[in-house]
């Protein structure tokens, strides 16, 4: 069964945000993480210093099931992206909102975090997505 943790906000694309030190740290969620099944490859498109663009791509999640867009839910600057995922895309598999979290942001305005999903409304998401 899926968790989604209360320290964090939801898209609609089952991605999360946490504030953590001025930035906004990105993932996706375990309901996403049992949709694609095995993870087998995590393409980062941006570098550091990059601006992202809510609902823009900024990379691709492959697994053995299908192909999908990674999609920024705030705009912002890439500060950092998480170079363990080149080699072990399993990390996102065995730890979703911790060890596989795949990009930090400077957001651009941060009060956009308050836009998204608390893991509430996003817990009802799910249940009205199957």
């Excluded at 030190?21 to 309901?31: A, E, M, P």
């Excluded at 099944?37 to 299908?66: H, R």
């Amino acid at each position: 069964m899926s968790t989604f943790p209360n320290d964090r906000r939801y898209t609609t694309d089952h991605e999360w945000a946490k504030a953590e030190d001025g930035c906004i740290i990105i993932g996706v969620t375990s309901f996403a993480v049992e949709q694609l099944g095995d993870i087998t490859l995590v393409g980062i498109d941006v570098a550091p210093g990059d601006q992202l663009e809510t609902g823009k791509a900024f990379g691709t999640i492959e697994s053995v099931k299908t192909l999908s867009d990674l999609l920024a839910p705030l705009s912002g600057t890439l500060e950092e992206a998480n170079s363990a995922l080149e080699d072990s895309p399993e990390l996102i598999n065995d730890d979703c909102y911790d060890k596989g979290w795949m990009i930090k942001i400077k957001p651009a305005d941060a009060s956009d975090l308050d836009k998204l999903m608390d893991s509430a409304a996003y817990e009802l998401h799910v249940k009205s997505s199957h």
